[in-house]
Nanobody, 122 residues
Framework: QVQLVESGGGSVQAGGTLRLSCTAS????????MAWLRQAPGNEREFAAA????????FYADSVKGRFTISRDNAKNTVFLQMNSLKPEDTAVYYC???????????????WGQGTQVTVSS
């Protein structure tokens, strides 16, 4: 089990950028696949991006592909989500998540952060 703490959310105008960070506690961080999921008001939590243990493999939801980039620094126990060309429909609470069983593109992650709000105005 890992404890996850997100940071970097905020309010931006459409077309702007934000960079989210998620720092994990625990010596086995590098053995976890990591992901970012998001939940808008009234909607279910949805997958946005994921990265494998080594960082070599990444997956993105079609809605963010080409605009968001997930990366990780295993030496610093941190995963990032660089968000460019933000749209109002990207407004949501963004959650960092970890999975010991390897990368997946759904919501089946084991450990979750508390979430950070991202608001994009038109």
């Amino acid at each position: 089990q890992v404890q996850l703490v997100e940071s970097g959310g905020g309010s931006v105008q459409a077309g702007g950028t934000l960079r989210l960070s998620c720092t994990a506690s625990g010596r086995t961080y590098s053995s976890y696949a990591m992901a970012w999921l998001r939940q808008a008001p009234g909607n279910e939590r949805e997958f946005a991006a994921a990265i494998s243990r080594s960082g070599v493999t990444t997956f993105y939801a079609d809605s963010v592909k080409g605009r968001f980039t997930i990366s990780r620094d295993n030496a610093k126990n941190t995963v990032f989500l660089q968000m460019n060309s933000l749209k109002p429909e990207d407004t949501a609470v963004y959650y960092c998540a970890a999975r010991s069983r390897g990368i997946t593109v759904n919501r089946e992650y084991d450990d979750w952060g508390q979430g950070t709000q991202v608001t994009v105005s038109s």
